[in-house]
């Protein structure tokens, strides 16, 4: 009995171990835990909106793809403030099991003083970070998932310092394409953004959760395990375009590997690049890509202008 009893326990905390969220965040010097699913609600005060489950959403039309099951504010829903220009950092349960998929954050500005109490799903969300498959090919390669694992299961994204001052959540996403239908896990975080700009995002960068991911989207449809994605070295990531590109192109241009350097200034006029993939000669590591580490026999050398740079004993990456 307790022998069944024990195992059934190891295997339902294996379930929940693969898979997960963001769990906390941290910007401005400050760390702020996020909401614990499995804990009581009551008492419970973050900035994060709640969620249930660390199950993962398959399913692009689901009520609960904008903030995670069921993502409204909670009794003692907090905000903080982010500066714009500056950096937030979202922090995945350790290890992150999924390395194969992209990373997403989005935002959506709420009307009047507060998000609090704003429906998630009324939102219109804009893309601000994006990585998808960095190098190599979609069998095989370097995703944004794995970047981030090797972050100590970390994204940190940049405010654009373009972004109108207000109130926003903020939406992290990690998609897993290790299996099919495709993994879609998101957590948001209310948010104030002080000192901003005034460029607002167009209306073709802007969507609504659900409705920004269709289930036959290229992108949470590719199956990593065909022949053809052995030889695939694009992959397009799902939702609009990237705030502050010139976007005449649709979702998520193939094979964009490439992640703005720089944010938008308000005044200048946005560099009108189609996105060109950095041309990766051979022995040559794209940005982001992995360049060093104790073990590693790949290339070590970064496509200009990036430098190998040493992330700990095991990982140097092109920054
Ligand atoms: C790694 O992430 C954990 C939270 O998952 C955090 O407590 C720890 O400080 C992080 N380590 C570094 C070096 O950032
Ligand atoms: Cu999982």
Redesign the pocket.
């Known amino acids: 009995m307790f022998v069944l009893a024990s195992a059934l326990l190891a295997f339902a905390v294996q379930r929940a171990a693969a898979h997960g969220g963001v769990?906390?965040y941290s910007f401005g010097g400050q760390w702020y835990q996020g909401w614990a699913p499995y804990n009581s609600p009551t008492g419970q005060t973050s900035i994060q909106r709640p969620w249930s489950t660390y199950n993962p959403i398959q399913d692009a039309t689901a009520s609960t793809l904008a903030c995670n099951d069921d993502g409204t504010s909670g009794a003692l829903q907090l905000t903080a403030t982010v500066a714009a220009g500056s950096k937030i950092t979202a922090?995945w349960n350790?290890v992150w099991p999924h390395p194969y998929g992209p990373m997403l954050t989005y935002l959506a500005q709420c009307p009047g003083s507060t998000c609090t109490g704003v429906n998630a799903q009324t939102l219109k969300w804009f893309k601000i970070d994006q990585a998808g498959l960095l190098s190599g090919t979609v069998a095989n390669g370097q995703w944004g998932a794995g970047q981030m694992i090797n972050q100590?299961?970390?994204w940190t994204s940049t405010i654009p310092a373009s972004v109108p001052s207000g109130n926003y959540l903020i939406r992290f996403e990690t998609i897993a394409l290790h299996s099919l239908p495709a993994q879609m896990y998101p957590e948001c975080a209310q948010i104030t953004i002080t000192g901003g700009g005034n460029l607002a995002p167009t209306s073709n960068q802007l969507v609504t959760f659900p409705g920004g991911y269709s289930n036959s989207d290229p992108g949470l449809t590719v199956d990593l395990y065909s022949t053809a994605a052995q030889s695939m070295t694009s992959y397009p990531i799902p939702g609009p375009p990237l705030y502050g590109s010139s976007s005449s192109g649709g979702g998520g241009s193939p094979g964009t590997t490439v992640k703005p350097t720089t944010t938008a200034q308000p005044t200048t006029t946005v560099k009108s690049t189609t996105a060109v993939p950095t041309t990766t000669q051979a022995g040559t590591v794209a940005q982001y890509g992995q360049c060093g580490g104790q073990g590693w026999t790949g290339g070590t050398v970064c496509v200009s202008p990036y430098k190998c740079t040493v992330s700990n004993q095991y990982y140097s990456q092109c920054l």
Request: charged share 0%; no cysteine.
């Open positions: 769990l906390a922090y350790q100590n299961s970390s």
